[in-house]
Structures are given as C-alpha cells and as structure tokens.
C-alpha cells in the first residue's frame, strides 16, 4: 500500500484546512488509517484514526471537537477536516496505515506510512 498525503498549507489562526490521504495501487478499503504529525525537533504524535469502515475513531485530546477523521473507500480517499487552527498544530501531517484492525494511537500499530503534507498556523 502506497499512501499519499496532500492537502496542507499556510492558513490563518482560527482557519480551516482539509487533508486527503490517498492510496496508489492496492487499495486501503480494509485497512484502518491514522494521522499523526511531527513539529520540527519534536516526536511523532497521534492525531486521529479511523477503522476500515468508518464506525469506530479515535482522536487525540488535543483535537477533539476541531479535528474530524473520515474517509470514503470508494474512492480510496481520508480524510482530514481540520477547524479552528491553533498555531500549535503547525506541523508536518502523515497518514498511516494499519494491517489489523487497530486505529489507536501507537505509531507502532501502523505498517504503512506516506510522505508528509506541511500545515502551517499563522497567528
């Protein structure tokens, strides 16, 4: 499974920005996916996950209630809905998939991984 995240940019404090992790080749319909971002100098952290149907997520607390998983498996797309930006969440975004159904927050759970998508919050 190759993955690829796109969608990220420069955007204002308090802005929207939505991002799309698309898979090339065999399709990722029955995989679970996460998110996670890395700032400069700091570890990888979790996001948010989503299991390989849409019924089940899982979010980091830091995200809860601005952030939104979702995906679409027809078009072997998800998705990332990201509201009211904070300049904390300045950071590179990848998207990662899991071989079993976990969708949790270990970075570890996941087996494939795409290059990054720069989101960066301006105050």
């Known amino acids: 499974v190759q993955l690829q995240a796109s969608g990220g940019g420069l955007v204002q404090a308090g802005g929207s920005l939505r991002l799309s992790c698309a898979s090339s080749g065999r399709t990722f319909s029955n995989n679970a996916v996460g998110w996670f971002r890395q700032a400069p100098g700091k570890e990888r952290n979790f996001v948010a996950g989503?299991?390989?149907?849409?019924?089940?997520?899982n979010y980091a607390d830091s995200v809860k209630g601005r952030f939104t998983i979702s995906r679409d498996n027809a078009k072997n797309t998800v998705y990332l809905q990201m509201n009211s930006l904070k300049p904390e969440d300045t950071a590179a975004y990848y998207c990662?998939?899991?071989?079993?159904?976990?969708?949790?927050?270990?970075?570890?759970?996941?087996?494939?991984w795409g290059q990054g998508t720069q989101v960066t919050v301006s105050s």
């Open positions: 990662a998939a899991s071989i079993n159904p976990y969708f949790g927050s270990y970075a570890s759970g996941y087996r494939y």
């Open positions: 989503i299991s390989w149907n849409g019924g089940g997520t």
